[in-house]
């Protein structure tokens, strides 16, 4: 689990959040991500996807999966077991 807004950001969306319906909205070219917190389904672009883990509120900050969220945004997400790093490359 990693902090949604620092990593959609850095690919290059725009993250915005709703406090009222405790969801979050990011937008990058073409593809809007919509997730809500403690719901296992985000949607892509107005599909339905299920997350392994949902979306959690930790002292103010959304935190979701590294890999959904990445990779629906259309970066690619390698693991490199020998130096416990994880490489994201984007578009």
């Not at 915005?16 to 073409?30: F, L």
């Not at 969220?69 to 970066?75: T, V």
Request: glycine share 8%; charged share 20%; proline share 8%.
């Amino acid at each position: 689990m990693v902090p949604l807004r620092g990593v959609f950001e850095s690919l290059g969306a725009e993250v915005s959040w709703n406090g009222e319906t405790r969801s979050v909205i990011a937008v990058k070219n073409n593809t809007v991500v919509e997730l809500q917190i403690g719901n296992p389904t985000a949607t892509v672009n107005g599909d339905p996807v299920t997350i392994d883990v949902p979306p959690e509120l930790r002292e103010g900050r959304t935190f979701v999966p590294l890999r959904f969220i990445s990779e629906s945004l259309g970066a690619v997400v390698d693991w490199e077991p020998e130096t416990y790093t994880v490489i994201i490359s984007g578009q």
